[in-house]
C-alpha cells in the first residue's frame, strides 16, 4: 500500500467551519456548527484521499516565537468567538473518536508541526496532503506534497500544486514567502512593504526571483517611488519574509509511525454523535440510526375525568396518535394537548364521544397547532369530526425550512429542531412483531410530551419561516393546501371493481400468449422471471452479445434487453411480458388489495412533505405512475368512474407548464414571443435550431426538438439526450449547443442559477421554497454535476408544483363559492381530475380553465386543456 500522509490545520478548518455554517444546537444548547462542518470535511478527507497516515495540528496558544521578532505579528485578530471557542474540547473528543493523531506545540504554530512533518514524510517516500483554508501553507508545496486550500466554506477545495502556483502567480513555491514579504499580510498583521501589492510583487519576483535579490538591486526597479518605498521599508520586507516562513525544523517529537491511520471506533462516533445531535450522520459510521431512550425533562400532566371548556385555550397544540401509517379507517388511540392551562392526555373513545371535545375541535375561532394536519383532520373526520382552526403544523413548518432533512416522526422533528424531550415511538411502542399500545402511564405522557414540544417549537420555526421569506408559502399555500388534500383523500375514488377483475383475466390471457411465444423462440420452456434462466438462454442458447455482467452472471436488465431488441424477435416478447406482469401485479392486483370494500372506493394518501422539489406525491396506492404509455396501463384508468349516478370524469390538465415556467424564469425573449403568440413550443424550437421554415419541420425534427426541450428542463446532458433520441453522444451535444445558441435566455439562465446555487448553498421557486445543495462544490465530478442539473431543474418543477398548489386551493375555494357538487378527487402530476354531475359540466369548463390559468401571473401564459367522460380513461 502506498504510503499517504494528510496533514490538517485544525484551527483553520475549525474556523472555516464555523463561519461557513449557521449557529446550530444540540439538545443542551451548546453550539455545534464548527464541529458538524469539521466532521463533514473529515469525512470526505478520509473516503477521497484514503490516507495511509493521518495528523491534525493545532496551535499551542497565542504567542510564538515569531513574537520575539515581531511583538504586533497576528495583533489585529480578533477574538475567538465564544460560540466557537466552546467547540473545540468537542472536535478533540471527535479526533479520538476517530482515532487521528492530534499535536500541538508550545510556542509554535500548526503551520510549522505540517511543515516539519511533511519535510520528513517527504524524505521518507510518502505522497503528502496538506489541508488548510490558510494559503501561506502553499509555500509547502512540492511535487509530493500538495496544498489544498478551502475557499468557499468548507466544501470548495483549491488544490495547490507546483504546477497550479505557476499557473496562478507565475512564482514557484519557495516565492510565496518572498511574495508575503513584500506584500505582506494583513490577516497575520505581517507589515510587508506599505503600497506594494499582489500584482507588484509577483511582477518585482519575475524580473528579480528572491527578495533578497531584489533589495541588492532596488537602482535597477522601474518607478523612482517605488524604489523609494523599497529602500526605506527593506528591513520590514525581510522581517515579513521571517515571519511568512514556515519552519520545517520545529522540535516536532512525533514518529511516523505513530500516526498510521487504521480507522474509526464505530461505538465512540455514534454516541459522540448523539451528544452532538448528528443523527443524520450515524448511519454514515455504520451505526444504527435508531434513536435510544434519552434522559428526558419532567413533564407536567393532567388525565382529566370529564372532558370540560376550560382546559381549552385560545391557542392550543393539539395532537392526534394513530399507529398505522395508513390513518384511514384506522383507531386513534389518544389525543393530547398542551396550552397555557396545562398539558392534558385524552383517551381516544372518550374525546371522540365528547360533545365538549366536537365543538372545541370544530370551532374556527379555537387556533390550533398540530403535526400533519391532514392526517389529523382525515382520521377525525373518519369519526364525524372535523377539525378546523388549524394555522400552524409542525410537520409541514419543518419541511418547508429544509425539506432534505424532512421525518415523518414527531421526536425526529422536535430534534431536529433542538427540542429532544420526546420519545421517538419506536421506544414507546417497539418495532415489527413487538410493535403494540403500552399502558396508559406510558402512553399518556408520550402523547403529552409530543404536544409539548408542538407548543414549544412553533414560536422558533415560524420565525424561521418569516426568515427565509416564507411566511406565504407556509400560511398561503402548504397549510391552505393540506385541508384540501384531506377533503380530497377523504372522498377516494370509486373503481369499477367488475371492470377491474375483467381486466385482469385479459391481462392473464395475454401473458399466456407471450409465454408461450417466447418460449417458441427460446425452443424450451423456462422461467421468464429468472434472470440466471433467461440470461442462459439468450447468451448462451441464442448466441446474443452479453453486454453486461452482474456478480451471479449475465445483466437482463431493461435498459441491456432495449439494446438486443434490434437483433431477436425474442426480445420484444420478453420486454412486453415483463410490462404486463407489472401491470397485473402492481396495479390490477394491488388495487383490488387496496380499495375499501364497503364503498368500493381507493383512498390515495398525499404525500405532502416528501420531495424536495415541492411536489405532491401519493401512496396506498400510487396513483401517479400509473404506465401510461403501454395501451393496457391506460386502460386500467377505465376502472376509475364517478361515485354518483349521472355523475362524469373531468379532467384538465395545464399544457407544458414547465417550459412556460422555463420562459418566465429565464427570460428568453424568443421563449416568451413564442408561448404568447401560441406557437407549437416544439415545432417552433425545430425552426430555431434547424433553421428551417415551419413548414420545413419533419416529426423527427419536432420530436428532436421536443426531447431537448423538455431534457432542458431536467438538466440532461449529452449522454442523456443521446440515449433517449437513440443519437450519438457527438450529435446530442451539438443538438443542445444550438438549442442554447437559439435560446441565449435560457443558457444565461442555466450559468447563473449553478453559480448562485454555490454561493447561497439552495435554490428556491418563485414562492420561495427552498432545496438545499450541499453536493454542489463536491469534488466529485459526477455528484458535482448532478447538483447542478438539479438547481437547473428544481426552480422550474417546484414553481410548476407551487402552481398547481395554489389552483387547487383556488379550486376548492370557487367550487364552494359557486355552490357545486362537483368534487376535486386527484393530483396526477399536471392533471387535477374531478367526478361532476353531467350539468354541471359546462360550467366547470369554464371554471377550471379560468382558475388553474389565473393562479399566478407569468410573463407567458398558462394553458388549460380538458376533457370529461363516463371514466377517467374517457376524460382525456
Known amino acids: 500500500m502506498a504510503k499517504k500522509l494528510v496533514l490538517i490545520d485544525g484551527n483553520s478548518i475549525a474556523y472555516r467551519a464555523f463561519f461557513a455554517l449557521p449557529l446550530l444546537n444540540n439538545d443542551k444548547g451548546i453550539h455545534t456548527n464548527a464541529v458538524y462542518g469539521f466532521t463533514m470535511m473529515l469525512m470526505r478527507i478520509l ?128 516565492q510565496i514567502v518572498d511574495m508575503k514579504g513584500l506584500m505582506g499580510d494583513a490577516s497575520d498583521n505581517i507589515p510587508g512593504v506599505p503600497g506594494v501589492g499582489e500584482k507588484t510583487a509577483i511582477k518585482l519576483l519575475k524580473e528579480f526571483h528572491s527578495l533578497e535579490n531584489l533589495l541588492e538591486s532596488i537602482e535597477q526597479v522601474s518607478g523612482k517611488k517605488l524604489q523609494e518605498k523599497l529602500q526605506e521599508f527593506k528591513d520590514q520586507a525581510v522581517m515579513s519574509k521571517q515571519l511568512a516562513t514556515i519552519t520545517k525544523e520545529a522540535p516536532v517529537k512525533l514518529e511516523l509511525s505513530e500516526l498510521e491511520y487504521e480507522g474509526f471506533q464505530t461505538e465512540e462516533l455514534v454516541k459522540l454523535f448523539k451528544e452532538l445531535g448528528f443523527n443524520s450522520l450515524i448511519e454514515k459510521v455504520g451505526g444504527e440510526d435508531v434513536p435510544e431512550s434519552t434522559e428526558l425533562m419532567d413533564i407536567e400532566f393532567t388525565i382529566p375525568e370529564e372532558i370540560t371548556d376550560d382546559l381549552f385555550a385560545e391557542d392550543n397544540a393539539f395532537y392526534v396518535e394513530i399507529l398505522e401509517d395508513n390513518y384511514h379507517y384506522a383507531d386513534i388511540i389518544g389525543f393530547s394537548i398542551a396550552n397555557e392551562n396545562g398539558s392534558f392526555y385524552f383517551p381516544a373513545e372518550k374525546a371522540i364521544q365528547s360533545e365538549v371535545f366536537k365543538k372545541w375541535a370544530e370551532d374556527e375561532t379555537k387556533k390550533k397547532a398540530v403535526f400533519d394536519a391532514k392526517r389529523s383532520e382525515v382520521s377525525l373526520r373518519h369519526h364525524g369530526i372535523h377539525l378546523v382552526g388549524v394555522e400552524f403544523d409542525l410537520f409541514l413548518a419543518s419541511y418547508l425550512i429544509n425539506p432534505s432533512e424532512s421525518a415523518d416522526d414527531l421526536a425526529a422533528v422536535a430534534k431536529l429542531h433542538g427540542y429532544p424531550h420526546v420519545q421517538p415511538d419506536t421506544v414507546v411502542y417497539g418495532k415489527g412483531a413487538k410493535r403494540g399500545i403500552p399502558d396508559e402511564a406510558n402512553l399518556s405522557e408520550h402523547l403529552a410530551r409530543k404536544a409539548e414540544a408542538i407548543l414549544e417549537l412553533k414560536g422558533r420555526l415560524v420565525k424561521e419561516l418569516h426568515q427565509n421569506e416564507q411566511d406565504e408559502l407556509f400560511n398561503g399555500l402548504e397549510m391552505p393546501l393540506s385541508l384540501v388534500l384531506a377533503d380530497m383523500e377523504y372522498q377516494g375514488v370509486k373503481l369499477d371493481m367488475e371492470r377491474l377483475t375483467n381486466m385482469g383475466l385479459e391481462i392473464g390471457q395475454k401473458l399466456d400468449e407471450l409465454e408461450k411465444e417466447v418460449f417458441r423462440h427460446a425452443g424450451e420452456a423456462f422461467n421468464i422471471n429468472s434472470p440466471k434462466q433467461l440470461g442462459v438462454i439468450l447468451f448462451e442458447k441464442l448466441g446474443l452479445p452479453p453486454l453486461k455482467k452482474t456478480k451471479t452472471g449475465y445483466s437482463t436488465s431493461a435498459d441491456v434487453l432495449e439494446q438486443l431488441a434490434p437483433k431477436h424477435e425474442i426480445i420484444q416478447e420478453i420486454l412486453h411480458y415483463r410490462q404486463l406482469g407489472k401491470l397485473q401485479s402492481t396495479y390490477i392486483e394491488g388495487l383490488q388489495k387496496v380499495v375499501n370494500k364497503k364503498t368500493e372506493k381507493v383512498h390515495t394518501r398525499f404525500n405532502q412533505a416528501l420531495t424536495q422539489t415541492g411536489r405532491l406525491s401519493s401512496t396506498d396506492p400510487n396513483l401517479q405512475n400509473i404506465p401510461i404509455r403501454l395501451e393496457e396501463g391506460r386502460k386500467i384508468r377505465q376502472a376509475f368512474v364517478p361515485s354518483e349516478k349521472g355523475w362524469v370524469m373531468f379532467a384538465a390538465d395545464y399544457s407544458q407548464i414547465e417550459l412556460r415556467v422555463l420562459a418566465h424564469i429565464a427570460g428568453d425573449e424568443k421563449l416568451i414571443e413564442a408561448f404568447k403568440e401560441g406557437h407549437d413550443i416544439h415545432t417552433k424550437t425545430a425552426m430555431e435550431v434547424f433553421h428551417v421554415e415551419a413548414d420545413e419541420v419533419t416529426d423527427n425534427m419536432r420530436r428532436h426538438a421536443k426531447a431537448v426541450n423538455f431534457g432542458i428542463v431536467y438538466g440532461i446532458s449529452d449522454y442523456g439526450l443521446s440515449q433517449s433520441l437513440g443519437i450519438t453522444r457527438k450529435e446530442a451535444g451539438q443538438f443542445i449547443d444550438r438549442y442554447l445558441t437559439s435560446y441565449p435566455g435560457v443558457k444565461e439562465y442555466m450559468d447563473e442559477i449553478v453559480l448562485d446555487a454555490k454561493e447561497k448553498g439552495y435554490v428556491t421557486t418563485l414562492l420561495h421554497r427552498r432545496r438545499y445543495l450541499p453536493e454542489i462544490t463536491s469534488r466529485n465530478f459526477n455528484i458535482r454535476s448532478f447538483a447542478e442539473r438539479t438547481a437547473m431543474n428544481t426552480p422550474i418543477q417546484g414553481s410548476a408544483a407551487d402552481i398547481i398548489k395554489k389552483a387547487m386551493i383556488e379550486m376548492a375555494v370557487r367550487l364552494k363559492k359557486e355552490k357545486l357538487q362537483s368534487r376535486l378527487l386527484l393530483q396526477v402530476h399536471d392533471e387535477l381530475i374531478f367526478e361532476a354531475p353531467v350539468e354541471e359540466v359546462e360550467i366547470l369548463k369554464k371554471i377550471v380553465p379560468d382558475v388553474m390559468e389565473n393562479a399566478v401571473e407569468l410573463k407567458v401564459p398558462l394553458k388549460v386543456d380538458y376533457a370529461y367522460g363516463p371514466t377517467w380513461f374517457d376524460a382525456k
Open 47 to 174: 473516503e477521497d484521499e484514503k490516507p495511509s497516515h493521518i495528523l491534525v495540528a493545532f496551535d499551542a496558544g497565542k504567542t510564538t516565537f515569531r513574537h520575539s521578532t515581531f511583538t504586533e505579528y497576528k495583533g489585529g485578530r480578533q477574538k475567538t468567538p465564544p460560540e466557537l471557542s466552546e467547540q473545540f474540547p468537542f472536535i478533540r473528543e471527535l479526533l479520538k473518536a476517530y482515532s487521528i493523531p492530534q499535536y500541538e506545540l508550545e510556542n509554535y504554530e500548526a503551520d510549522d508541526i505540517i511543515g516539519t512533518m511533511s519535510t520528513v514524510a517527504e524524505q521518507d517516500g510518502f505522497e503528502v496532503k496538506i489541508i488548510s483554508g490558510d494559503k501561506d501553507l502553499t509555500q509547502l508545496s512540492s511535487d509530493k506534497t500538495t496544498v489544498s486550500i478551502t475557499k468557499k466554506g468548507i466544501t470548495e477545495i483549491e488544490e495547490y500544486t507546483p504546477q497550479h502556483i505557476k499557473e496562478k502567480y507565475g512564482l514557484t513555491a519557495e
